[in-house]
């Protein structure tokens, strides 16, 4: 079985930064793709950040462009998620996913591998 294991998230006030780890381990560990989601008291579980594992392309939802920054490290089998310029409005507990096929980035559905989260508050 694999395993994603989140981790990094804490309290942080506006403006501040924070960096999201996910650590996958397992079987076969070697995803097409990871993405990090996130999801907000009384809201859907909504995309943030996807990287495609070969060739390190990223993509970003609207939201956090130009200030969240997905990477993959090969050596650790771990993505992160490098948060600057937090709002209040980032806050919720934000998941990390793996798929083995491709297809769309950014559907909470086409991924079968989930990490159990990590909270992220942002004050004000």
């Known amino acids: 079985q694999v395993q994603l294991v989140e981790s990094g998230g804490g309290l942080v006030q506006a403006g501040g930064s924070l960096r999201l780890s996910c650590a996958a381990s397992?079987?076969?560990?070697?995803?097409?793709?990871m993405g990090w989601f996130r999801q907000a008291p009384g809201k859907e579980r909504e995309f943030v950040a996807a990287v495609t594992w070969s060739s390190g392309n990223t993509a970003y939802s609207d939201s956090v462009k130009g200030r969240f920054t997905i990477s993959r490290d090969n050596t650790k089998n771990t993505v992160y998620l490098q948060m600057n310029s937090l709002k209040p409005e980032d806050t919720a507990v934000y998941y990390c996913?793996?798929?083995?096929?491709?297809?769309?980035?950014?559907?909470?559905?086409?991924?079968?591998?989930w990490g159990q989260g990590t909270q992220v508050t942002v004050s004000s």
């Open positions: 996913a793996g798929k083995y096929s491709s297809g769309n980035y950014y559907l909470v559905g086409d991924y079968a591998y």
């Open positions: 397992g079987r076969t560990f070697r995803f097409y793709r």
